[in-house]
């Protein structure tokens, strides 16, 4: 006689909703001190001082818009993850799979933010002028938008990672490894 099957769609949307809250929350906390991590060391000594201030308050502002922009890359994360997690073997790694996949996904919405920010600027160029095009290509081009790009998907992989933790905790999975009993 065969064991019942586990239920997957169940966990599959306790994944996803896991995900979907904590991710967005995580990757808003550590997104600010890792973009402060990826600076260069002349601006890092110029704020190391009003860091501790910046970081607090930065915290409370950076939820909101981690939450605009991280809900659905966190929710396509939870999602993939809940698929990799039915699939794999039973020895794969899960939470570094998350990792991958969080900052995959991450690194796609900013691809795609970055478009969206050209086709602004040429906007803003063609309406306003060159001088207000250069301007805006100025402010957000170089060194200041590579380590946001490095921080936004570091921090989509650290969200990932710890809401696989998370998950892994709680026991929340969509694979059959939690019935097999320990790893021999």
Not at 25 to 46: H, K, M, Q, R
Not at 100 to 128: D, K, Y
Request: some cysteine.
């Amino acid at each position: 006689m065969t064991p019942p099957p586990r239920p997957f769609f169940l966990p599959l949307v306790g994944l996803m909703m896991l995900f979907a809250a904590a991710g967005p929350l995580v990757g808003g906390a550590v997104f600010i001190p890792l973009a402060f991590l990826l600076e260069t060391p002349s601006a890092v000594d110029a704020t190391v001082h009003l860091s501790w201030i910046a970081t607090l308050i930065g915290h409370a502002l950076a939820l909101i818009p981690a939450y605009l922009f991280g809900f659905g890359p966190a929710l396509g994360t939870g999602l993939a993850y809940a698929l990799w997690d039915a699939w794999a073997p039973r020895d794969a790694p899960r939470a570094l799979a998350a990792a991958v996949i969080g900052g995959g996904l991450t690194w796609g919405q900013f691809l795609w933010l970055s478009r969206i920010g050209a086709a602004l600027e040429s906007s803003i160029s063609v309406t306003f002028g060159a001088g207000a095009g250069s301007w805006i290509e100025d402010w957000f081009s170089g060194e200041f938008d590579a380590t946001l790009q490095k921080a936004l998907i570091a921090s989509g992989a650290v969200a990932g990672l710890a809401c696989a933790m998370a998950a892994s905790l709680i026991g929340l999975s969509t694979g059959s490894r939690a019935e097999e009993g320990p790893m021999t």
